[in-house]
């Protein structure tokens, strides 16, 4: 299933949530136990405005769900200039009474997303380890693919990335 949710802007990032493995359900008692419902969420931050963003939910994956959910996030052209860029992204599950229990969650830096050696407008598939809330090793990998979208008329987005001049190392050697 193939959902695609757009902003308009210059220039987007756009973000197709694949899939999860190795989810653990977050509940402890295996009498209350059931099968794990779990969707994921995102966000580009810093942005102008906080676009958040949520796949549906998979009841039949487990601990393993598939979503193949495109979306297209609206970012600024400085987003990639920006060190601290970065979307996040969260897996999440539905709970029995109500409401939601994090799995994990990660941050994809900008960086990762716009890659000075690959081509404008290709995609780049990742995969990262989810984190608990606090940053420690939490429990599974959520694997995504990442381009860049650029409207015509606009430049580069690699013309975002900021000119950095230093001295070769080999210089310092000896």
């Not at 984190?131 to 650029?150: F, L």
Request: with cysteine; charged share 20%; hydrophobic share 40%.
């Amino acid at each position: 299933m193939t959902s695609h949710k757009t902003e308009t802007g210059p220039v987007s990032v756009e973000i197709t949530v694949i899939s999860a493995r190795g989810l653990k359900n977050p509940t402890l008692n295996a009498l209350f136990s059931r099968r794990l419902k779990p969707f994921a969420t995102l966000a580009a931050s810093p942005s102008s405005c906080r676009q958040a963003h949520a796949t549906s939910v998979d009841r039949r994956g487990g601990t393993s769900p598939t979503w193949n959910e495109k979306f297209r996030l609206s970012v600024d052209p400085g987003f990639f200039a920006d060190l601290r860029s970065s979307v996040s992204l969260a897996v999440r599950a539905r709970r029995l009474g109500g409401g939601e229990a994090l799995l994990g969650c990660c941050q994809i830096p900008a960086t990762d997303i716009l890659s000075p050696a690959a081509p404008a407008g290709s995609v780049g598939f990742l995969s990262y380890r989810l984190r608990d809330r606090d940053g420690t090793r939490g429990h599974g990998t959520v694997d995504v693919s990442v381009r860049v979208v650029v409207e015509d008329g606009w430049a580069s987005c690699a013309d975002a990335w900021p000119t950095v001049i230093g001295l070769p190392v080999a210089s310092f050697c000896g």
